[in-house]
């Protein structure tokens, strides 16, 4: 295990009825009569009654707010640059995100860009370093990305799809409560729990040795997330199932399973191409296509790595060869895949169209290679494209 510091400085608020305490929970960190800039997406919370429900929080525990909506999935720069206009014109002293991954991340970049004189595209460019943010707060809407604990933000503009990450931008306090996750469609229910799954796996395919006591949290979050999820599939209104997957996407994606390791990252590289290059494409259906792909090409890097997985994660028995047990264990991934009604290839991705050549360019144009695994270049990148058809 490598050395290594560790702070999580968000306070996790969970439970039935928690968001109705956001207003006091702001006022500890803000002077009464504060402006709070409420950051929400496309409209879901209106309907629900919940950003009705924040804004009553928030003006009985005497602040202010001012709304911004319309963050979209995979959110852009320009809707970022318009709120770091009307949050320096308002000079709100938070941030607050009720949404998803997207509206979190929208929510963090503006957070970044007030205070910064440039623009805040340069953060993701990596021309600057953010070095302070108007402090971030979240109501989670969506269990899927980890943004409402970790330290990332990703940022579209026009066919690039970058991500930054300080601990500056951790939320200070989140809310999770699982019953808002109720009115979550299918489809978004499936890439939620493909995302979290991924964020841990991108932490357990590691070439660090010793890291025995991560690997079995890692390996029981996994199949908890499995679990959970078909319960989910089947009964989107299954309280505990939610708050277990709340929990663990929550958690997934906060560093805790990266203690002590080198992390790896590809495939979330991978598929930052394929949902730059159509932003219709969903973040966590993405990585379905990406992730076996993945495995196929890098297994023979680390076969006990893998075999690991398969025993200890996909419950697979030992198939005699050291190639058959890996297969059966990625095979078994593809199997819960598919269950939760997740895309196979880039066809049912309706991303058969990219090129598998310009995307690995674009993958390897900051930092010349993916991953750390097995380290990827452009032509193993292009190999695997190649390998989702
Ligand atoms: O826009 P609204 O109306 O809010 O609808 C959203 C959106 O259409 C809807 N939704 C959210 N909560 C709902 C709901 N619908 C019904 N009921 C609810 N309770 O779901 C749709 C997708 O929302 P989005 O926020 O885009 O999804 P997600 O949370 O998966 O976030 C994806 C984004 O996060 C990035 C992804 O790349 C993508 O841009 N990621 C961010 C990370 C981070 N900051 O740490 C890490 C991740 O790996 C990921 O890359
Ligand atoms: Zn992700």
Redesign the pocket.
Known sequence: MNNFEYCNSTRLVFGKGEEDRIGDLLRKKLPAGSKVLVV??????KRTGLLAKVEQSLAKADLQSVTLGG?T???QLCFVQKGIELARQQAVAAVLAV???????ASKAIAIGVPYEGDVWDFFIQKAAPEKALPVACIL??P????EQ?I???LSDKDRKLGTGTPIVRPFVSVIDPE??Y???KK?IR??VI?MMS?IMERYFTQTKGTDFIDGQAEAAMRSIMKNGLKLIKNHKNYDAWCQIGLAGSFA?NGYYGLGQVEDWAC?GME?EL?AWDTTIT??EGLAVVTPAWMHYVWKDNPERFIQFACNVMSVKPHGSTKKTVMAGIKALKKFYAKIGAPKNLKELKADGISAKELAVKACQLNGKLGNFKVLHEDDIEQIYKLMR
Do not use: E, K, M, Y
């Open positions: 929400f997406g496309g409209g879901t919370v963050v999935p995979n959110p949404g998803g991954g997207s509206v979190i991340d809407t969506l899927a990305a980890g943004s970790s990332r933000i990703v808002i996750f009115t979550l469609p978004q890439a939620g995302d964020h994606h979330h930052h949902s973040h966590g």
